[in-house]
């Protein structure tokens, strides 16, 4: 199970919405509020594999990098890293995540997420070419992660 779930965990680095990119035009504007961004750095809440809950001494040791479509994700010692796509034109968001280095190296993994400006929740399939329909992992085959904005 702790194989799979740093699999996935690894893996997780998906969804960041891009951040605005400025050209430089227009900087005598006052500029305006941002909109929230998934990009920063995230902490896990909880975390349950196939129906069993992680233990707090291991989603302690687990967090999550958003940055410009990369991701990297540290469980303890583990480091995984990747890049990521978005759908947000479904009506559950979609995310694919692809590992580049760590143990998720060459996988492709198909996900859901939610999220609000603190909260970030993602159900992972580890079913190659499946992606999961609800935001529930007491099944084989599916990881949930509920994150919290890390507090600098």
């Known amino acids: 199970m702790f194989n799979n779930f740093l699999l996935l965990m690894l893996v997780v680095g998906l969804l960041v919405v891009h951040p605005p990119v400025s050209t430089g035009a227009n900087q005598d504007q006052p500029k305006k509020a941002q909109p929230p961004t998934l990009a920063g750095s995230w902490v896990v809440e909880s975390a349950v594999l196939e129906g069993q809950a992680f233990d707090e001494t291991i989603t302690r ?32 968001k979609q995310i694919d995540v692809t590992g580049i280095e760590g143990v998720n190296k060459g996988k492709t993994f198909l996900a859901i997420y939610d999220w609000q400006e603190e909260k970030l929740r993602i159900c992972y399939s580890l079913t190659e070419g499946k992606r999961p329909l609800t935001f529930k992992a007491d099944q084989p085959g599916y990881f949930l992660v509920t994150y919290k904005r890390e507090v600098k």
Not at 61 to 76: D, F, P, Q
């Open 61 to 92: 040791t687990m967090s999550l990098t958003l940055r410009a479509g990369r991701y990297e994700v540290r469980v303890g010692s583990q480091l995984d890293r990747g890049f990521y796509m978005v759908n947000d034109s479904q009506p559950l």
